[in-house]
């Protein structure tokens, strides 16, 4: 139930779209049926296969980003919430994304009763769902006397998924103003979260994330240059200051794309941590500027941990040949060094504090970097 199958149409084409999914799945679906828009994609929905408490969604034509983002907050939530959701959509009359996304941030409202013969139970529920906060200096409260009371109020409505109540003192409020999406981690997978502000408006974007999630985030502030919007991390989810600092410091005066590029390769935890700042040791250059080039030929440097010698490198070179170490017995037969040295010599490789450093490949830093940022390193 955590999920949304719905058919989308575009002309006389259709396909199966089932939420939450990718960037890359949702495109794939959108080629299928000929959808060319991509920062904002709309298609009608000709069924609602699951849930069908989200039936009157058919016939409509919606944002796909919205009922994605909707699909991520349900998938949020355990069964007992979405069932409370589809009643007070249904008792409401909700009929769009917008609509039912708010509803998700207002769902403390309601209470869904499905077993209506305990009301000891029923009005334990009750308080601690709709007035978790609310003491009393006579002991436990009578439950049994309010959960009769709550059985008997006129703030209740049948629903087909149950009795639903709702808490009138509690007044529904406008998370979603329909263009920019509010703040939900639905992972808590990232590296950093970063607020974007625009025209009064804010964004969130959790990175490292696909280039058209950062796309379509900008588009519904109403820009499609990164330079004009306003950037500040509020989460940063390594325990590391000097990669805070870094990342403070990028988003200031790099442009966001390159922020994102920084956090991919560094978004496997401290390994990539590690790596990136062997590389800046390497070329002895710890600059944004070149940071941000390091991050984007990331892949075309290798670096081995904990190396001290040549002899070390070597075997780490064989390793890499064959996919298993040596043979004890054939130890005596191999020069492990001269295979080190060679690695020095053919690939530029460097041993530094934490390890040891070579290119992958036959250009030089120069053509790897720029030669603007080598004449920085050498002034």
């Not at 390594?238 to 966001?256: A, V």
């Amino acid at each position: 139930m955590k999920q949304i199958a719905l058919n989308i149409q575009n002309g006389k084409e259709e396909v199966e779209i089932t939420f939450p999914c990718t960037e890359k799945d949702l495109n794939k679906a959108l080629e299928v049926v000929g959808i060319k828009e991509r920062l904002a994609p709309k298609g009608v929905i000709t069924e609602v296969l699951t849930p069908k408490g989200l039936s009157m969604l058919e016939y409509q034509e919606v944002n796909l980003d919205e009922i994605n983002y909707l699909a991520n907050l349900m998938d949020t939530n355990d069964a007992s919430d979405i069932k409370t959701f589809l009643a007070a959509a249904e008792v409401n009359s909700y009929r769009t994304p917008k609509d039912l996304i708010n509803l998700h941030f207002n769902l403390d409202r309601y209470m869904l009763i499905e077993d209506k013969t305990d009301f000891k139970a029923i009005g334990r529920r009750y308080m601690l769902t709709m007035h978790p906060a609310q003491k009393t200096e006579k002991g436990e409260p009578d439950y049994e006397g309010i959960g009769k009371e709550v059985m008997s109020s006129k703030h209740r409505e049948k629903t087909q998924y149950g009795l639903l109540i709702t808490n009138e003192d509690c007044n529904p409020q406008e998370v979603y103003d329909g263009q920019v999406f509010p703040f939900f981690s639905f992972t808590n997978k990232e590296l950093l979260i970063v607020e974007a502000e625009y025209g009064g408006k804010k964004e969130y974007l959790y990175l490292p994330a696909p280039k058209i999630t950062i796309q379509k985030a900008l588009g519904r502030l109403g820009t499609e240059n990164p330079e004009e919007c306003k950037y500040e991390m509020i989460e940063f989810y390594e325990d590391s200051e000097k990669w805070e600092n870094l990342f403070e410091h990028l988003l200031q005066e790099q442009n966001i794309y390159d922020v994102n590029a920084v956090a991919e390769k560094i978004d496997d935890g401290e390994w990539g941590f590690t790596k990136l700042s062997a590389l800046m040791k390497y070329v002895e250059d710890d600059s944004l500027e070149t940071l941000v080039k390091l991050a984007k030929k990331y892949d075309d440097f290798e670096f081995l941990e904990g190396a001290q010698d040549l002899d070390e490198v070597g075997r780490y070179a064989l390793f890499m040949s064959f996919g298993c170490d040596v043979a004890d017995e054939l130890e005596d037969y191999i020069n492990f060094e001269g295979i080190g040295k060679h690695m020095q010599d053919r690939y530029g490789g460097k041993f530094i504090d934490v390890g040891f450093v070579y290119k992958v490949g036959n250009k030089t830093l120069e053509e790897m970097l720029g030669d603007r940022v080598m004449e920085q390193k050498m002034q």
